[in-house]
């Protein structure tokens, strides 16, 4: 049987050049990067060259990227970092609701000990106004965290407008652009946002390493404590295979940027124009104008989404209904409840990721099968569609 993966968003398979150099520092060169002796000089020098395709893909200087576990780290980074750098200014922290759980959770546990989160609201397409970040801001505000993409409807936020108040106001801001790398166009030059957090396995490159981009001058205090690495900013061992595999993983994704975005949002956009003329009752979440190219929210209304995911996934296709960080969870989607919509419907929702790897092939037999999946649920539902929940 067929097997169709869409949900690139949850993670992305590693690609063969980023395995084939990873392979080198696994079994062959395998220096600590801090040791002075010649095969940790060859590491280190590894390490650099990595660090400088990653900062080219977001157009920053090598020196402004550090390495880290994840982009959870670095989310956690950013908020630990410099709430505890400007404590002498304040206590108050922006940012918004439909944030990845990475941030919400961590400002709820930062609430608990004492400091004043504000959760700015979105429009229904999951927009963030900038307007509305700097009706938030006090004087004890010392942090506006936005992200730049959303990871469950894709909608793109509107980061260089925030970035500019935050700047004016004298704040520090900061962006999750987890889903954004590699999958829209990133200059923080342009952007003049202080911190960015990014990761590898969103881009074709191995998991359990990311980085924080931290832009020359901004004031924020280890997160790691421990030995020397990454200028003294970030304690740990370097990982060494995986900051190589994220290095690669940035050059490709720099090289074929363009063709990749042409490619994801014509796919996507064929799996939407099929869904919406051939099956009745869906309607996509998110904005269509600001959107991530390979994502497709679809709720389908009068049946379960986990239902759907686990008839799709008899059929080999894989799919979310959500942030996988939260898929075993049946809370309803914070995101989808803030942009609005109805409870009886969120549970409804599928997310749907193209990449790389997808084919026409595999948006064709996906809706073959989704059509069929429905029909099949909706048959078998004790409430009558055309009459509403």
């Known amino acids: 049987m067929k097997e169709v993966y869409l949900d690139y968003s949850a993670t992305t398979p590693v690609k063969k050049e980023v395995a084939e150099e990873m392979s080198q520092y696994i079994l062959g060169h395998y220096g600590n990067p801090s040791s002075l002796y010649k095969i940790g000089s060859a590491s280190k020098e590894a390490v650099d060259i990595a660090r400088a395709k990653v900062a080219k893909l977001i157009n920053a200087a090598p020196e402004e990227i550090y390495f880290t576990s994840c982009g959870t780290e670095a989310d956690n980074w950013a908020f630990f970092g410099v709430a505890d750098a400007k404590r002498k200014k304040g206590n108050h922290i922006i940012t918004s609701n439909i944030e990845h759980h990475a941030i919400i959770h961590t400002g709820n546990y930062m609430s608990k000990r004492g400091y004043d989160i504000t959760y700015v609201e979105p429009d229904k397409e999951g927009r963030i106004s900038p307007e509305s970040v700097e009706k938030a801001i006090t004087d004890k505000t010392v942090l506006i965290s936005i992200m730049m993409v959303n990871n469950e409807i894709g909608?793109?936020?509107?980061?260089?407008?925030?970035?500019?108040?935050?700047?004016?106001?004298?704040?520090?801001?900061?962006?999750?652009?987890?889903?954004?790398?590699?999958?829209?166009?990133?200059?923080?030059?342009?952007?003049?946002?202080?911190?960015?957090?990014?990761?590898?396995?969103?881009?074709?490159?191995?998991?359990?390493?990311?980085?924080?981009?931290?832009?020359?001058?901004?004031?924020?205090?280890?997160?790691?404590?421990?030995?020397?690495?990454?200028?003294?900013?970030?304690a740990g061992t370097e990982n060494l295979a995986g900051i190589v595999g994220?290095?690669?993983?940035?050059?490709?994704?720099?090289?074929?940027?363009?063709?990749?975005?042409?490619?994801?949002?014509?796919?996507?956009?064929?799996?939407?124009?099929?869904?919406?003329?051939?099956?009745?009752?869906?309607?996509?979440?998110?904005?269509?104008?600001?959107?991530?190219?390979?994502?497709?929210?679809?709720?389908?209304?009068?049946?379960?989404?986990?239902?759907?995911?686990?008839?799709?996934?008899?059929?080999?296709?894989?799919?979310?209904?959500?942030?996988?960080?939260?898929?075993?969870?049946?809370?309803?989607?914070?995101?989808?409840?803030?942009?609005?919509?109805?409870?009886?419907?969120?549970?409804?929702?599928?997310?749907?990721?193209?990449?790389?790897?997808?084919?026409?092939?595999?948006?064709?037999?996906?809706?073959?099968?989704?059509?069929?999946?429905?029909?099949?649920?909706?048959?078998?539902?004790?409430?009558?569609?055309?009459?509403?929940?």
């Open 246 to 389: 994220f290095g690669k993983a940035a050059e490709i994704a720099y090289d074929n940027l363009e063709d990749h975005i042409k490619k994801v949002s014509g796919l996507r956009d064929y799996f939407l124009k099929r869904v919406t003329e051939e099956i009745p009752d869906v309607q996509v979440n998110g904005s269509m104008e600001y959107r991530h190219p390979g994502n497709a929210s679809v709720t389908f209304k009068y049946i379960e989404g986990e239902a759907i995911l686990l008839l799709l996934n008899e059929k080999n296709i894989y799919v979310s209904t959500g942030s996988a960080c939260s898929s075993a969870s049946l809370v309803p989607s914070h995101v989808l409840m803030a942009i609005g919509v109805p409870a009886e419907l969120i549970h409804g929702t599928i997310r749907f990721t193209v990449g790389d790897f997808t084919t026409k092939e595999d948006i064709d037999y996906t809706v073959d099968c989704l059509k069929e999946v429905v029909a099949k649920l909706r048959n078998i539902s004790s409430v009558d569609g055309k009459k509403g929940w």
């Open 155 to 234: 909608t793109i936020e509107p980061i260089k407008e925030i970035a500019k108040i935050a700047k004016e106001h004298g704040i520090t801001s900061h962006t999750d652009a987890v889903q954004a790398l590699g999958n829209v166009p990133i200059d923080v030059k342009d952007l003049g946002v202080d911190l960015m957090s990014l990761s590898a396995h969103k881009i074709y490159g191995p998991k359990g390493v990311g980085a924080l981009y931290i832009k020359k001058g901004t004031l924020i205090s280890n997160y790691m404590h421990g030995g020397g690495q990454e200028k003294k900013k970030r």
